[in-house]
């Protein structure tokens, strides 16, 4: 399976950008980038998703390296709200490669 | 559509008993799968199903069995519940397409202490 590689935390002040990086030297042509995010005390929830091109969407937006080994997640004005565990994730598309297997994550700490 | 749902939501077992936890989804999703988190940390795959009569061990799948008889429900079971199993569990469930990759949606998650 491949990895990701994320730091463990980070801090931001609020109404900045964050960006949260992550390393997936091992990405296969096949696997989509995940991002979740886990609020204090709550199940994991979708954030965002990109196979090659950038993507926005209300949340967010996700910056995918031209060679796919690295891709960061932006959020563009950091709320106190947004201060959660964001998960990296890659996940393939064929058969035996479906599962989602979540790493450590970023702590994102949002000053307020 | 309810989502993902999971009873029961708090449970306490003494060592050595067995029990059941339910998730059920009404979305029509392929794909299920089942984590554990415990505290401070993150999650970890114990099973998985790509549909009706498919599963798959993740990365923690020993002392637990699943089952899929039908899209909607993916029970796990405790064989014989031990301490090392306290934790939090998730179910989760997302569509598959062929090409594509699929939002994952989770479950409000099962307490479980193992006394």
């Known amino acids: ?17 964050v960006h949260l990086p992550c390393n997936h030297s091992t990405i296969s042509g096949t696997d989509y980038i995940h991002w979740y995010r886990q609020l204090p005390s709550q199940g ?10 950038n993507v926005n969407n209300r949340m ?53 | 559509n309810a989502g993902v749902t999971q009873t ?4 306490v077992l ?22 554990r988190q415990d505290p401070g940390m993150g999650l970890r795959l114990i099973h998985y199903s ?9 990365e923690v799948p020993n002392g637990y069995n699943v089952s899929r008889s039908t899209t909607e429900d993916f029970p796990l079971r405790l064989l014989s519940a031990a301490p090392s199993q ?9 569509p598959l397409t062929s090409g594509s990759s699929n939002e994952q949606f989770f479950g409000p998650g099962t307490r479980l202490t193992v006394l």
């Open chain 1, 1 to 17: 399976d491949a990895k990701t590689t994320q730091p463990n935390s980070m801090e931001s002040n609020e109404e900045e950008p």
């Open chain 1, 44 to 53: 994991p929830e979708y954030v965002i998703h990109g196979l090659t091109s």
């Open chain 1, 60 to 112: 967010a937006s996700l910056a995918i390296a031209e060679d796919r080994k690295s891709s960061t997640l932006i959020l563009h004005r950091a709320t106190l709200r947004d201060a959660a565990v964001y998960y990296c994730i890659l996940r393939g598309t064929t058969s035996g490669t479906y599962k989602y297997i979540f790493g450590t994550g970023t702590r994102l700490k949002v000053l307020a």
């Open chain 2, 8 to 11: 029961p939501k708090f449970q």
């Open chain 2, 14 to 35: 003494k060592t050595g008993q067995s029990m059941t936890l339910q998730c059920a989804q009404d979305m029509n999703h392929e794909y299920m799968s089942w984590y």
């Open chain 2, 50 to 58: 790509v549909g009706a009569g498919i599963t798959d061990q993740g």
């Open chain 2, 86 to 94: 306290t934790s939090v569990y998730f179910c989760a469930s997302s």
